[in-house]
């Protein structure tokens, strides 16, 4: 299984990452693309700022990808997230995974954003009009 594991401060391009794990062995690609939001719990939001600890988080994400590759038959695994201050519409995260089959790309995809909500060291600071808060970066 090969795999691309990247943190970045600079803009997340959707269409590299979908080249990446395209391949000729592989007929179902899935990607997750998560995106800023203007609001959230009824609240607008203006920008979102996002923070690393960066070889933990790259460590975990390693980690995430060795067992989505374990649990389901995949070819490629990308995941790219970015760090800093985003404004509503950009691309925080970016999740791309490729099999044989659909299944496992659409499970593997699944199960990669969900652990990585609940285990990689990414805050997420929701900035208001009015304020701000601190929040993991699960819902």
Known sequence: MDKQI???VSTLN???????VMSPECGGIDVFIGTVRNATKGKAVVKLE???YEKMAVSE???IADQASTKWPVQKILI??????LQIGEIPVIIAVAAAHRDAAFEACHYIIDTLKQ???IW???????????VAAHP
């Open 61 to 63: 994400l390693e980690k």
């Open 119 to 121: 285990t990689v060291p």
């Open 14 to 20: 959707v269409m590299n990452c979908v080249d990446w």
């Open 124 to 134: 997420k600071k929701e900035i208001f009009e009015d304020g701000e808060v601190w």
């Open 50 to 52: 996002f923070e690393a």
């Open 80 to 85: 790219h997230h970015r760090t800093g201050v």
């Open 6 to 8: 990247k943190l970045s």
